[in-house]
């Protein structure tokens, strides 16, 4: 029997080394291990056997048993790294080749905007306040001390929805909305960006839809030192360090004193060019400090509160910013024009 167990491995050796494929080992497997194997013949066979007689050829089973699953598992593993590696070589890619760009999308040019400003104000302590589009007339004009026969209340200019209620012409309105919700009369410091509506035929620098961020301040001893000095923060945040600003007199209803807001032009540096039509300033929002009226209609005694307020076209200031010469452009969505904003130096 131990003759019988030596020439057993020695065919099974000889089978699994002329063996290529996987599947086929799993045919010698069988042939050499499965039921009805010669080892597992010889097995059954020790039954018959006395106990010294078992006792060594169970020792020569253990053997064989061994020798054959480490003989065969060195071939299978072999067999397996050859089938990966001749797997690896018919699907290998060439890294040496350029990859495939992936579309990305980017911010609108309006976005940039809208959040440098928003972030700029917040970190100088304001909240960022928004408000309903369609608003009432008493918000919109009447407590902003703006009578009935005022020409921004023509139709030509407003989009009325009732004698009462109308597309807002103007973010003041969130302003006011802020002042009557302050049941305490506490102090103020807001921004309010978003769409105003406006009667005006679109051209290159008119839409009849446009956003605005406007801001206020009410407190006490605010004055217009305070105003300029938020002003000079903007221009500089949003047109670089050496951007200069200037007030120039002008009227609203709803300030009193009320200025124009010019900066420096960024193109030339105020010397003077065809952007700022050689004059070296380029006007960019209208302020001023809040009228008594309106403080005294929101619930704010103006002998103790004072405040100030301002307000910027978005767009207006993309343009500047980026050179852009038609405000349709920002509305048309067109591919070209948005993938100029799809770069690290926008901001």
């Avoid at 497997?29 to 050829?57: A, V």
């Avoid at 299978?76 to 089938?83: G, P, V």
């Avoid at 945040?237 to 200037?246: D, K, M, Y």
């Avoid at 009227?251 to 030339?268: A, I, L, M, Q, R």
Wanted: hydrophobic share 35%; with cysteine; glycine share 6%.
């Amino acid at each position: 029997m131990k003759e019988r167990l030596e020439n057993l491995l020695k065919n099974a050796k000889l089978d699994i080394d002329q063996t290529s494929e996987e599947v086929d080992m799993n045919l010698v497997k069988s042939k050499y291990m499965g039921k009805n194997s010669e080892f597992t013949s010889i097995m059954k066979e020790m039954g018959s056997l006395s106990s010294e007689e078992k006792k060594s050829i169970g020792l020569l089973t253990n053997e064989f048993r061994t020798s054959f699953t480490e003989y065969f598992e060195n071939k299978l593993n072999k067999i397996k790294a050859d089938a990966l590696n001749k797997r690896l070589e018919s699907e290998r890619i060439d890294i040496s080749l350029p990859g495939k760009g992936v579309k990305t999308g980017s911010l609108h040019p309006l976005t940039h905007i809208r959040t440098t400003l928003e972030d700029l104000f917040v970190s100088m302590g304001y909240d960022v306040v928004e408000g309903p589009q369609v608003e009432t007339d008493d918000n919109c004009f009447e407590k902003l001390n703006i009578p009935k026969d005022h020409p921004a209340r023509d139709m030509q200019d407003t989009f009325y929805i009732t004698d009462e209620m109308l597309l807002r012409s103007q973010t003041s309105s969130v302003q006011v909305r802020t002042m009557l919700a302050n049941k305490e009369k506490t102090s103020i410091k807001m921004v309010c960006p978003g769409k105003v509506y406006r009667r005006d035929d679109d051209d290159a620098t008119h839409s009849h839809q446009f956003m605005q961020m406007e801001g206020l301040v009410v407190d006490k001893n605010i004055s217009l030192a305070d105003l300029k000095g938020t002003l000079l923060e903007m221009a500089h945040a949003l047109l670089g360090e050496n951007t200069n600003i200037r007030f120039r007199p002008s009227y609203f209803g709803f300030t009193e004193p009320s200025y124009e807001v010019d900066v420096s032009c960024f193109k030339c540096g105020g010397k003077g060019c065809p952007l700022c039509k050689n004059i070296g300033w380029i006007e960019i929002l209208g302020s001023g400090m809040v009228h008594p009226n309106v403080l005294r209609m929101c619930g704010y005694d103006p002998e103790i509160y004072t405040g100030f307020a301002f307000g910027v076209g978005i767009e207006r200031l993309a343009m500047f910013k980026y050179g852009i010469t038609d405000l349709r452009n920002f509305y048309t969505n067109d591919v070209r024009f948005l993938d100029n904003f799809n770069r690290k130096d926008v901001k």
